[in-house]
């Protein structure tokens, strides 16, 4: 089923948000110190290309970089991202095929106004960290694959 989501998504919304989110990372790689900011939104536009089947969850070791980053964020380009989100979404529960997708485009609103001090990780490694990002089960942490 996640497949079948993510190809209509990638068809329908993916596409153009993964477009948004790449003029928005080369835009930050103009300028050196907005790297990371690029970075960051590099990383939304892949998960907002094939959402389903991932999730976020918030990094419990960081502090105030990453909420000074998100304020930066905001201010130069996470507000604008967040509309083309709010509208794709309008756009998209307008069929009842759509709401789904219109729903998932919603819920994108959050990481990408708030991208510093979260990861995004597959539905099944979430479970296993529980929901704060902590470790729950009894394998030890390197024994869980690193993604960022």
Known sequence: MRLILNIIWLVFAGFWL????????LIAFVFIITIPFGVASFRIGLYSLWPFGRTVIPQVDKGAGSTIGNVIWFVLGGWWLALVHLVTGVVLC???IGIPLGIANFKLINVCLRPFGRRIVSVEMARALGAHGVIVSAEPRSALPETT
């Open 18 to 25: 993964f477009v948004a989110y790449t003029i928005a990372t």
């Open 94 to 96: 307008i069929t009842i």
